[in-house]
């Protein structure tokens, strides 16, 4: 089992940043791979990021360049830097954690005002 919690979301003006956190615990050394998804009202959840053990990235189209994945081994953390954020960004945040399961956060909202 893997417990993720995620911090970090609120309200913020397009142009502006964010950083989300997303800390793991429990079975953590069976976790290959760390993402973040996202969920609009009204819309299916969506892969915005993720980062393998290795390190390896991958970036929505619609992220690229504005937004940024990465991990914190010694702490079993992942994180997701937001900068020029836009209305569209807003969604509710969920991390993801690949292990024997497919793992699953609680939930965070970000909300990008005009």
């Known amino acids: 089992q893997v417990q993720l919690v995620e911090s970090g979301g609120g309200l913020v003006q397009a142009g502006g940043s964010l950083r989300l956190s997303c800390a793991a615990s429990?079975?953590?050394?069976?976790?290959?791979?760390m993402g973040w998804h996202r969920q609009a009202p009204g819309k299916q959840r969506e892969l915005v990021a993720r980062?393998?053990?290795?390190?390896?990235?991958y970036y929505a189209d619609s992220v690229k360049g504005r937004f940024t994945i990465s991990r914190d081994n010694a702490k079993n953390k992942v994180y997701l830097q937001m900068n020029s954020l836009k209305p569209d960004d807003t969604a509710v945040y969920y991390c993801?954690?690949?292990?024997?399961?497919?793992?699953w956060g609680q939930g965070t909202q970000v909300t990008v005002s005009s």
């Open positions: 993801n954690a690949l292990a024997t399961d497919n793992y």
């Open positions: 980062i393998t053990n290795d390190l390896s990235t």
């Open positions: 429990g079975s953590i050394f069976r976790i290959t791979r």
